[in-house]
T-cell receptor, first 111, second 112 residues
Framework: NAGVTQTPKFQVLKTGQSMTLQCAQD?????MYWYRQDPGMGLRLIYY???????DKGEVPNGYNVSRLNKREFSLRLESAAPSQTSVYFC??????????FGPGTRLTVL | LAKTTQPISMDSYEGQEVNITCSHN???????ITWYQQFPSQGPRFIIQ???TKVTNEVASLFIPADRKSSTLSLPRVSLSDTAVYYC?????????????FGTGTRLLVSP
């Protein structure tokens, strides 16, 4: 089992470009999450999905959209990338909420 | 979610026992205490969870006093590979779903 997979691993964008970060899980968990982590900081929740078909905003949702395509997949979209969105993005899943399993991360640089 | 306070950083040497304390004065009756570990360039990893007294697994021990206003993560005989950031989180396991709040964590550096 791969657990939680994320693509791509690295990405460089120019300001204003758009892109979608993909996340997939093979753990059959209901909940999925997107976090960002800036250098030297903790993780901040962007969006989450408690179950298939539902999504909700987290702490820092501005500039992002998400899609819970099915139980396995939860994508994060940047419509118009800004330098402030340079960060490492982590996808996670969980049963309930207190124990989460994280993917390897996507390192995004916006120039 | 209850707010937690941890030291920003700690230093240790290989073979020593490391204790990281987390304060959570506003912990609620149904809250559990969970610790995550994050290695550089990786996502956080669940290491231990407890409600009261002591919990031990193959990685660490978690000590929780009777008033539950603090908890201590104990790492026995650390090695260089234990260098990581450790996060303490508090939340209600019983509600089924919740949003985790990661603070800045404690950065542990283990030296030879």
């Amino acid at each position: 089992n791969a657990g939680v997979t994320q693509t791509p691993k690295f990405q460089v964008l120019k300001t204003g470009q758009s892109m979608t970060l993909q996340c997939a899980q093979d753990m059959n968990h209901n909940s999925m999450y997107w976090y960002r982590q800036d250098p030297g900081m903790g993780l901040r929740l962007i969006y989450y999905s408690a179950s298939e078909g539902t999504t909700d905003k987290g702490e820092v949702p501005n500039g992002y959209n998400v899609s819970r395509l099915n139980k396995r997949e939860f994508s994060l979209r940047l419509e118009s990338a800004a330098p402030s969105q340079t960060s490492v993005y982590f996808c996670a899943n969980g049963v309930g909420g207190d124990t989460q399993y994280f993917g390897p991360g996507t390192r995004l640089t916006v120039l | 979610l209850a707010k937690t306070t941890q030291p920003i950083s700690m230093d240790s040497y290989e073979g020593q026992e490391v204790n990281i304390t987390c304060s959570h004065n506003n912990i609620a009756t149904n809250d559990y205490i969970t610790w995550y570990q994050q290695f550089p360039s990786q996502g956080p990893r669940f290491i231990i969870q407890g409600y009261k007294t002591k919990v031990t697994n193959e990685v660490a021990s978690l000590f929780i006093p009777a008033d539950r206003k603090s908890s201590t993560l104990s790492l026995p005989r650390v090695s260089l590979s234990d260098t990581a950031v450790y996060y303490c989180l508090v939340g209600d396991k019983g509600t089924g779903f919740q949003k985790l709040v990661f603070g800045t964590g404690t950065r542990l550096l283990v030296s030879p």
